[in-house]
Nanobody, 120 residues
Framework: QVQLVESGGEFVQAGGSLRLSCAAS????????MAWYRQAPGKQRELAAS???????NYADSVKGRFTISRDNAKNAVYLQMNSLKPEDTGVYYC??????????????WGQGTQVTVSS
């Protein structure tokens, strides 16, 4: 019943900027934490940034100072502003959210992923 859809992944040159968006749709009671994960080819998926229901944020050391996560609760959306992009930022970026369903169960939902490619 709940779906997360990401958008904004593109090809971009090193040093450039990109903004990723993710919106939840369907029927649910509320959203708690939201996050952006990323996965480079041949590597483990890692947490890039997260934001709690109270809007406290956390960042991986590799993106700290360059990425900013934010949310718009009225739109059930989370965003990732990425600045000063590096080739090592290349990968598939996944939106994730903790959602309280209509059945009063907390479930983790994932988006389908969006490709970000940073070239030198």
């Amino acid at each position: 019943q709940v779906q997360l859809v990401e958008s904004g992944g593109e090809f971009v040159q090193a040093g450039g900027s990109l903004r990723l968006s993710c919106a939840a749709s369907g029927r649910f009671r509320s959203i708690n934490a939201m996050a952006w994960y990323r996965q480079a080819p041949g590597k483990q998926r890692e947490l890039a940034a997260s934001i709690t229901g109270g809007s406290s944020t956390n960042y991986a050391d590799s993106v700290k100072g360059r990425f900013t996560i934010s949310r718009d609760n009225a739109k059930n959306a989370v965003y990732l502003q990425m600045n000063s992009l590096k080739p090592e930022d290349t990968g598939v970026y996944y939106c994730a959210a903790q959602i309280l369903t209509i059945a009063n169960v907390w479930n983790d939902y994932w988006g389908q992923g969006t490709q970000v490619t940073v070239s030198s």
